[in-house]
């Protein structure tokens, strides 16, 4: 028996399994080169690092607005998880919460790019004019915030690993 297209009452099906793990992937790439430009010096290659995270960053906000999309087209599979009510409670307010602040995220990172006196490339395929003459503190405000919500995203994600595994070992889900 194969896996269906959509979810079923009991279990996630092919397409949110494809875009949550291809999501996966590209937050991990994004993580990656967010952490290759910490304390890159101005020049070529901060520009091509930058141009590259910013570029995924805006694909994946809309990969993010799709696998919410498509979360809600859907029957939500925890419902039929043998847990308790509260641990129930908690992994669908664990999910918004990574919702919320992905999609948060990846705004405040286009507002860093608008904000900015420099141009902006989507994968030197087209550019965006700088909104700006002149650097503005904005700017600085925008770009802190973006960093600390990049940290408070590492324990949600370490929550939702941790209770992702103990659903594998613990088989959470009654099979019929």
Same mark, same amino acid.
């Given at each position: 028996?194969?896996?269906? =297209?959509?979810?079923?009452?009991t279990? +996630? ?13 590209? =937050?991990?790439?994004?993580?990656? =080169?967010a952490? #290759? =430009? ?14 590259? /995270? ?6 994946f ?5 799709a ?7 859907n029957?939500?599979?925890? /419902? ?5 009510t509260?641990?129930k ?5 664990? /999910? ?8 948060? #995220?990846c705004?405040?990172g ?10 902006? +490339?989507f ?5 965006f ?9 904005? /700017? ?13 995203? +590492? ?5 939702h ?6 659903? #594998?070992?613990f ?6």
């Amino acid at each position: 028996m194969g896996i269906d =297209l959509k979810n079923s009452n009991t279990q +996630y099906g092919l397409i949110a399994r494809t875009l949550h793990w291809t999501s996966v992937a590209m =937050l991990l790439t994004i993580v990656v =080169l967010a952490s #290759q =430009l910490a304390g890159k010096v101005s020049g070529p290659e901060k520009v091509e690092l930058t141009t590259l /995270h910013s570029s995924m960053g805006i694909i994946f906000l809309v990969l993010m607005i799709a696998r919410l999309t498509w979360r809600n087209l859907n029957p939500n599979p925890i /419902h039929s998880y043998s847990i308790k009510t509260w641990q129930k409670l908690l992994a669908i307010s664990l /999910h918004r919460s990574i919702y919320i602040i992905i999609i948060t #995220q990846c705004f405040l990172g286009i507002l860093v790019l608008f904000s900015t006196d420099q141009t902006t +490339y989507f994968f030197d395929l087209f550019e965006f004019p700088p909104l700006l003459e002149k650097a503005n503190p904005i /700017h600085t405000i925008v770009l802190g915030m973006h960093y600390a919500i990049s940290v408070m995203i +590492y324990p949600l994600f370490a929550i939702h690993i941790t209770a992702a595994i103990y659903h #594998q070992v613990f088989g959470l889900v009654e099979d019929n």
